[in-house]
């Protein structure tokens, strides 16, 4: 495997890309006992339309979660979950916008659990029977986001921000969605995205590399396939689908969440411009602005106020949420900020105490296994390298803040209230 | 690890490593879980967080912790069976790699936080504690957003009426809503001098520089008589109550609480552990293996046990239409427990998940932040390899013996009108 410098990250990495194309990185964590697995492939909710085998495919909401459900069924009716609690490990799995991803966390036993994890995600095996069962499962694990306010928030937040873009549609589906999905339909998908070069294999902890890369070349197929294409973005519009909806729950204390629009170059990096973006935010206002201060002290957010950049294949926002009386408030409040910056500039000490503060926040996610795995990953699958951070740390500017500030502005944002309903 | 008492009644606890590039560093404050008490314990860590003397703004505040690499310094309260904890933590980059002393800047940013608060004639800003309240009220309020955590809250509530534990972590409404900042400032100062302070730190520094640094800020304290803290045990429950609440949902949620009759610390502690864990505890569980995989009954199914206060609670969310099958399949998996039904693979497997799951809140600041703290509070020394050995001799027989004398002594479902 080939040594990827990490500078003042102070990690040991290595990556090699196999044969058949998968990708495998490996960051040594000497003394953890902790080790963690993640195989992730590029298949997220958001790819419901693809080509496969020359024909454009389009598939129902909910199919890449589905999919993520089904992967634990094997052929010879063992159950994968007891085999890894079997090994004292705790596997699980989840679905985002953009991404599905397997994995383990395993103190002792390594090599049993990176085997099993190949050996599932590479078996596909679904029956009628099956996918009907699971689709009990799946409809009571939708109506319990259904009940979740924050939940609701988001997938609101979205559908109402992006007018074509399938990023708008819930990652799980719909309860009707769902019972469209066949078990050909997962094969089909499996086929078209579960091949090794649209996937990457990350493993972190204290472990060998040379172990690593044998179990990914043993368990993991030898055909090569080709990554599949599509294109999702196309005709979505630069502003928001809508500007403001309140959607009614059993919610004592009200929420919001505002949606912004940016438009990221092909040029820039994806790295780069999350932490672009994370530090403008930060910027405008993070705990220490002079926003942020002058919104609590007036009451208008509490410690629940939190934003960050949200990423997905073939678009990105940013995204603020928490709880207020007068959400409109906030948002004209985060407006004018932008403006007053865009106008007048960062100062200077206020954008380099944000950026130190941004990459001792980056070094802090690095102690726990999973956590690293799970970016490298995403990082990887987005398009770029997680371990060029302090290069993409030193290459953000403050006229780079600057230009994703001037994107907040209310042709290109949307918000979604929660508020207690009437009688509720 | 090593544990020092810096006062009578001040304890540092101090894991020094290298492995971790995070550093964590905790304060807090023992008081016995009071109806009376709770609402102020919560609300006190955040009027501290908003200034002191040398930062007295909270935007002062975030610019020394942004400075500090992007430290994080928070308020919390912890609920620990009928402890009730209250203080702050810190999370901060290690020295190695900013080059920084960033340990002791933050001891002294966290010691004069909790100890020279910023004052406006002689006590705590109003604007400060007005606003901190009302956001409390507000987080009290929120929990019900919650439908899994606020139906646990409303089964201990419902379940353990005369008992502290049916007090909520954050307090209520009520008792927040009338704090003033005299009866805050009045409390802050009679709980410094008469609760028990436990500090905690893991990262690079070693512990005689902590511990002196420490003692150097908490050389002024007068210590009075310190307020003890201690659990009610009720070992069983005469019969089992059921409870039921309505609410604007869609997936009901279930609750069951047993009394163990094990307190922390007691030599069958281990084997009512195993119990928990062989029924609701992870994948290889009866909750998990026979309500959710084999009958698709629910999404979610677990238990886990409550040391400090001997319970052992189980929760679930399940489709309206099936509350009844899935309360009656949840409560025969127990007896399943109770009988003996596990195979010798079901019992290692659950020795194995609790084993890796001590072996991974040994590998982080955070985890062992968390288990030290749970340590100090019931006055137990056991560490988490104490545990895995101990664990060995733990036999089926054990298990069984001890899980017989669980008494069921609530259940509850929260649903729809």
Redesign the interface.
């Known amino acids: 495997m080939t040594k990827i410098e990490t500078g003042t990250l102070?990690e040991t990495a290595y990556t090699t890309q196999l044969d058949n194309g998968l990708t495998v990185i490996v960051v040594q964590k000497p003394?953890?006992?902790?080790k963690a697995g993640l195989l992730a492939t590029r298949y997220g909710s958001v790819d419901m339309t693809f080509q496969s085998g020359g024909q454009v495919v389009t598939t129902p909401a909910g199919v890449a979660h589905f999919l993520e459900h089904k992967m634990f069924d094997m052929p010879d009716g063992r159950?994968v979950?007891?085999q890894?609690?079997?090994?004292?490990?705790?596997?699980n799995a989840y679905t985002s916008n953009s991404l599905t991803a397997y994995h383990f966390?395993?103190?002792?036993a390594l090599t049993d659990c990176l085997t099993l994890l190949l050996n599932y995600v590479y078996t596909p095996f679904y029956t009628p029977e099956s996918v009907e069962?699971e689709q009990?499962?799946i409809?009571?694990?939708l109506?319990?986001y259904?009940?979740?306010?924050?939940m609701r928030l988001f997938d609101e937040l979205l559908a109402l921000l992006y007018t074509k873009h399938p990023v708008r549609v819930p990652i799980g589906g719909t309860q009707e969605s769902i019972t469209a999905i066949t078990a050909d339909m997962l094969y089909q998908c499996y086929h078209t995205f579960y091949v090794p070069s649209n996937m990457v294999l990350t493993v972190v902890g204290d472990v060998t590399t040379d172990e690593v890369e044998s179990l990914a070349q043993q368990y993991s197929p030898t055909e090569i396939a080709p990554v599949p294409t599509r294109d999702l973005a196309a005709g979505e519009p630069d502003t928001a689908g809508g500007d403001n909806i309140t959607v009614a729950?059993?919610?004592?204390?009200p929420?919001f969440g505002i949606g912004v629009k940016l438009h990221q170059p092909t040029s820039v990096n994806p790295l780069s411009w999350q932490i672009q973006t994370k530090i403008a935010l930060e910027v405008l206002s993070?705990?220490?602005?002079?926003l942020?201060?002058r919104l609590?002290?007036d009451?208008l957010i509490?410690?629940?106020f939190g934003f960050d950049p949200f990423q997905f294949t073939q678009g990105c926002c940013m995204l603020f949420m928490g709880?207020s009386r007068d959400p409109l408030a906030v948002q004209n409040a985060l407006f004018a900020e932008a403006r007053r910056l865009v106008a007048e500039g960062i100062p200077a000490p206020l954008f380099q105490?944000?950026k130190?503060?941004?990459?001792?926040?980056k070094?802090?996610s690095?102690?726990?296994p999973m956590s690293i795995a799970r970016q490298v990953a995403s990082c990887y699958l987005g398009g770029s390298d997680y371990f060029t951070l302090p290069t993409r740390f030193d290459e953000a500017t403050m006229a780079g803040a600057l230009s994703i500030l001037a994107f907040l502005t209310p042709e290109r944002t949307a918000m979604v209230q929660i508020r207690q309903?009437q009688g509720? | 690890m090593l544990k020092t008492a810096l006062l009578p009644n001040v304890n540092v606890t101090c894991i020094t490593t290298d492995q971790y590039k995070t550093n964590a560093l905790s304060v807090y404050l023992v008081r016995p879980l009071l109806e009376e008490e709770a609402a102020m314990n919560a609300l006190l860590p955040q009027v501290l967080c908003r200034g002191n003397v040398q930062y007295p703004t909270m935007q002062a505040m975030s610019e020394a912790l942004d400075d500090l690499y992007g430290s994080m310094l928070l308020g919390g309260t912890r609920k620990r069976g009928e402890h009730h904890l209250f203080g702050l933590g810190a999370n901060f980059v290690g020295d190695a790699f900013t080059g920084t002393p960033q340990t002791v800047s933050m001891i002294q940013l966290m010691a004069a936080t909790l100890l020279t608060p910023a004052l406006q004639d002689g006590m705590f800003h109003t604007a400060y504690v007005d606003s901190e309240r009302e956001n409390l009220i507000a987080q009290i309020r929120a929990l019900k957003n919650d439908k899994a955590s606020y139906s646990s809250e409303r089964l201990d509530a419902l379940a353990c009426p005369h008992e502290p534990f049916a007090v909520p972590n954050l307090g209520s409404e009520e008792q927040a809503s009338c704090i003033t900042t005299a009866a805050l400032w009045q409390y802050y100062k009679q709980a410094l001098s008469t609760s028990r302070i436990e500090i905690f730190y893991c990262g690079q520094t070693k512990a005689d520089v902590i511990a002196q640094h420490f003692q150097d800020a908490f050389a002024h304290i007068t210590m009075g008589q310190v307020v003890v803290s201690d659990s009610q045990f009720v070992a069983s429950a005469d019969t089992t109550r059921d409870f039921t609440d309505c609410e604007d949902i869609t997936q009901a949620k279930l609750g069951f609480l047993w009394r163990t009759g094990v307190p922390a610390g007691h030599p069958d502690f281990l084997a009512a552990y195993v119990a928990s864990v062989l029924y609701g505890g992870g994948t290889t569980s009866k909750l998990f293996t026979h309500v959710r995989e084999r009958l698709s009954l629910c999404y979610y199914a677990s238990a886990y046990l409550e040391r400090h206060k001997g319970i052992i609670k189980a929760q679930s969310g399940v489709d309206m239409g099936n509350i009844d099958v899935a309360r009656k399949e949840m409560l025969s998996q127990w007896e399943e427990i109770v009988l003996g039904h596990f195979t010798d693979e079901d019992f290692a497997d659950a020795k194995s998940v609790m084993r890796n799951a001590w072996r991974s809140k040994a590998d982080s600041p955070g985890g062992l932040e968390d288990f030290w703290q749970g340590q100090a509070v019931a006055q137990l020394c056991s560490s988490l390899d104490d545990w895995s050995k101990q664990l060995n001799d733990v036999t089926k027989e054990d298990v069984c013996r001890v899980a017989s004398g669980f008494t069921l002594d609530a259940t509850y479902c929260m649903r729809a009108q």
Not at chain 1, 146 to 150: E, F, L, N, S, V
């Open positions: 102070g003394g953890f006992t902790k159950n979950l007891q890894f609690g079997q090994l004292g490990a705790s596997p966390e395993t103190t002792n069962k009990g499962i409809s009571q694990e109506r319990m259904h009940d979740t306010p924050q729950m059993d919610v004592p204390m929420l993070g705990t220490s602005s002079p942020y201060s609590y002290a009451g509490d410690g629940s709880q105490r944000v130190r503060a941004c990459w001792g926040g070094l802090r690095l102690d726990n309903k509720g």
